[in-house]
Nanobody, 118 residues
Framework: QEKLVESGGGLVQSGGSLRLSCTGSGFTFSRHGFSWVRQAPGKEVDDCVA?????????WYADSVKGRFTISRDNSNNALYLQMNNLKTKDTDMYYC??????????RGRGTQVTVRT
């Protein structure tokens, strides 16, 4: 069974930091690209904040998080990370680890909540 499990969310003050983790199982982690997306409950469209290619050679960030967030992966441990620094209240959302965004093999975890307070 293919599975993605996110962790690391929580409540933090504005300007603080969090590190999100995502662990994959049931598939060959190193063959897939991954994204971190955020989506509020009831909202149909998600907001992609970062992408990383299978070998980490290609990385993309949304302008809204560039310079504050860092995506990385450890294929030997089937893990994906998102280091989030200088968090702002607008970063409050449910964050999801997403495999193969827009492809037929797309798969996402259950998410982890990030709440940033003033």
């Amino acid at each position: 069974q293919e599975k993605l499990v996110e962790s690391g969310g929580g409540l933090v003050q504005s300007g603080g930091s969090l590190r999100l983790s995502c662990t994959g199982s049931g598939f060959t982690f190193s063959r897939h690209g991954f994204s971190w997306v955020r989506q509020a409950p009831g909202k149909e469209v998600d907001d992609c904040v970062a992408d990383i290619s299978p070998d980490s050679s290609r990385i993309w960030y949304a302008d809204s998080v560039k310079g504050r967030f860092t995506i990385s992966r450890d294929n030997s441990n089937n893990a994906l990370y998102l280091q989030m620094n200088n968090l702002k209240t607008k970063d409050t959302d449910m964050y999801y680890c997403l495999r193969d965004r827009f492809r037929s093999t797309e798969h996402r975890g259950r998410g982890t909540q990030v709440t940033v307070r003033t």
